[in-house]
């Protein structure tokens, strides 16, 4: 579905006091696609508050089928960029999977994704839970807590099987990380094997995110790791319980990224600049004042142009609230952030957790030196530019400078022990030391060779 920016909706722009700068554009009219989560608020926002068109860009915003399909309009140039998992332009350009240099000036959101249980699970896993003072469950929620029911299945010769949105999605990650974090296996990539079953005690495997509450009630999956508003939807149809947010999972987690390909970067310098700017500025008024917009926000989100959710379910999460069983709903303030934390600057950091998941799992089938993962965070994300719209924003009056990291080497400080679920810390600068600090996955030289890890 297309919405498309006409001379019109300069009312929107033109009722601001303050306008940007615009630069030479070597292109002006662009298309982007995106997929119905929530996270795609930014671009929502800089087409609706008329930032695209204070910096002289007609654009139109496309709602794609899947990940897939995204990613191939971007590589084809049917799509100028593209709201896009933050592992798809590395997965891309270290050729796994389709082969292109993607690269990406700004990181869209921390945190937004659930883990969602049946019904039927959860009355199996809440006994393994223990309680507070309110009798209600703790938070976070082990994934220790569903390994009985996994070996129930398992004793009964069935698969336990569990959806996520994409190979190279977040999703899989983290719903990885959850279940290797309580002791299950999620299974290996590799030896030509790209369904990612290898040895898992839990079988996952690529439903669309929209598809997914529907999916988990015809009884295809028990359980699913997607964005919002599709674990909230779970909980309003009555059909699911979510048991944890990524944002317990690891505190402030990196998410979406705005991908575009090297050669657009190259071939249009000023208008990837100008398309940066009103995307910080977008993400700017969605943490403002302590997320005031938020309600607006809302509204925009649920017309059916952008994600079509209910506004109810879509504020369930976007307005600093979590709904876990049905009735447990529970302030949680950051599980959407746009802005705050420096959440739009694309860190080397962010990106080697998604190669070092990638080599976890087998996606990367051998090991690679610490310095095979700096080059290819290096190829993909682009501080400079980011911090160069910025600057920008900043001379404009549009943005304060204090809000920026300037003097960032796109490293962030380490992750600390007490922000991830498993109590183990990150350190960007460091992958092989994090990997062989992870008891469940390959490490070293490590290699799935015949269906068995070899090495």
């Known amino acids: 579905m297309k919405q498309i920016l006409l001379g019109l909706a300069a009312s929107t722009a033109l009722a601001s006091p303050t306008f940007a700068q615009t630069l030479d554009l ?4 662009l298309t982007f696609g995106f997929i119905k989560l929530t996270d795609m608020a930014p671009l929502a926002v800089a087409y609706e508050q008329g930032y695209f068109l204070d ?3 007609f654009v139109t915003l496309e709602a794609q089928a899947n990940w897939k399909v995204l990613l191939d309009g971007v590589i084809s140039g049917t799509l100028d960029g593209a709201h896009m998992l933050a592992g798809q332009p590395l997965a891309a350009t270290i050729g796994y999977g389709t082969e292109a240099h993607i690269v990406t000036p700004f990181s869209m959101d921390l945190n937004g994704n659930g883990i969602t249980v049946s019904n039927e699970v959860w009355l199996e896993m809440k006994p393994n839970i223990p309680t507070n003072a309110e009798g209600l469950p703790e938070h976070p929620i082990s994934a220790a807590s569903l390994a009985p029911v996994v070996e129930r299945y398992q004793s009964e010769g069935k698969a336990f099987n569990m959806g996520m949105v994409f190979p190279v999605s977040t999703h899989n990650y983290e719903l990885r990380y959850w279940l290797a974090a309580g002791g299950l296996h999620p299974g290996f990539y590799g030896d030509g094997d790209a369904t990612g079953q290898i040895g898992a005690d839990v079988l996952l495997s690529v439903t669309p995110p929209p598809q997914m509450p529907a999916t988990l009630e015809a009884g295809t999956i028990s359980g699913y790791c997607v964005g919002e508003p599709w674990n909230q939807q779970a909980v309003f149809k009555g059909i699911g319980v979510p048991v944890i947010t990524d944002y317990e999972l690891w505190k402030n987690n ?14 249009y310098p000023n208008t990837t600049l100008a398309v940066t700017k009103a995307l910080i500025r977008a993400a700017m008024w969605l943490d403002e004042n302590e997320n005031a917009n938020r309600d607006e926000a809302v509204e925009i989100l649920s017309r059916p ?8 379910v879509i504020a369930n999460s976007m307005t600093g609230t979590f709904e876990y069983e049905k009735g447990d709903v529970r302030p949680v303030p950051d599980f959407n952030v746009f802005f705050r934390y420096n959440a739009t600057y694309p860190f080397y950091s962010d990106a080697i957790w998604y190669l070092t998941q990638m080599r976890r799992w087998g996606q990367i089938p051998e090991a690679k030196p610490d310095s095979w993962y700096d080059e290819v965070a290096k190829s993909v994300y682009k501080p400079e530019i980011y911090l160069e719209a910025a600057r920008l924003l900043v001379e404009e009056g549009l943005a304060d400078e204090a809000d920026f990291p300037w003097d960032s080497d796109g490293y962030k400080a380490p992750t600390p022990a007490g ?14 030391a994090y990997l062989d600090s992870l008891e469940i996955g390959l490490k070293g030289e490590q290699k799935i060779i015949g269906g068995e890890v070899q090495g």
Do not use: C, H, S, W
């Open 419 to 432: 922000d991830i679920i498993d109590g183990i810390p990150y350190d960007g600068r460091a992958p092989n």
């Open 305 to 312: 142009e952008y994600v079509g959710a209910d506004y109810e």
């Open 55 to 57: 910096e002289g860009l």
């Open 26 to 29: 070597e292109k002006f009219e």
């Open 254 to 267: 990196p998410e979406k990224v705005f991908g575009i390909t090297a050669e657009f970067a190259q071939e």
